[in-house]
């Protein structure tokens, strides 16, 4: 397993690579915070690999992001999501590997390259191509199988019928409160 520590950039940029004594001679973490950091990593993806295993699932490669308030570290944003996760399935690994093929995964590969089909790379002041009902279908079906493969649950699509940005704020300061 590797650990490759990333930074925020600014908006609408990629993360930037940094190595660990860069972490450190910048003040960002103290050295024995970031070896605490590195084994909430690697401890949270061995239980996600577990995880997936069981489910018929190989969890490729994740990120996760920590934040600190005080003295605590919080393990922050979503983990092993199709938004920060690689998944490939277990049961033709092997033979696609053999033959030097393409795994067939579950992530948010699919979009970029659609995204990247349609001419989209991201840079700035550049407008994100429309996507059909056929494309948006097409997410959503993936990401409710990644989460049906690893619940082990049937996904129930919930009916919003109160103002989604008042549940919004509403989960956030109840969340604040309890930190």
Avoid: C
């Avoid at 979009?111 to 550049?126: H, I």
């Avoid at 993936?142 to 009916?159: C, D, M, P, V």
Wanted: proline share 2%; net charge negative.
């Amino acid at each position: 397993t590797i650990v490759t520590p990333t930074t925020k950039a600014e908006i609408g940029m990629h993360d930037q690579d940094i190595s660990k004594e860069e972490i450190i001679s910048r003040g960002i973490v103290k050295e024995d915070e970031y070896l605490m950091l590195e084994k909430y990593a690697l401890d949270l993806f061995e239980r996600g690999s577990e995880i997936a295993s069981e489910r018929g699932l190989i969890l490729v490669d994740t990120k996760y992001e920590f934040g600190k308030k005080g003295d605590k570290i919080y393990l922050i944003d979503e983990i092993h999501t199709p938004d920060s996760s690689r998944y490939f399935y277990k049961d033709s690994y092997e033979e696609l590997f053999a033959k030097g093929e393409q795994q067939r995964q579950l992530s948010k590969e699919f979009v970029r390259e659609w995204l990247m089909e349609n001419n989209f790379t991201g840079q700035p002041g550049q407008k994100i191509p429309e996507m059909t009902d056929e494309i948006i279908k097409s997410i959503s079906d993936r990401y409710i199988e990644l989460y049906e493969k690893i619940t082990g649950s049937k996904f129930e699509k919930a009916e919003y019928s109160d103002n989604i940005y008042e549940r919004i704020e509403t989960n956030i300061l109840n969340m604040l409160a309890r930190l």
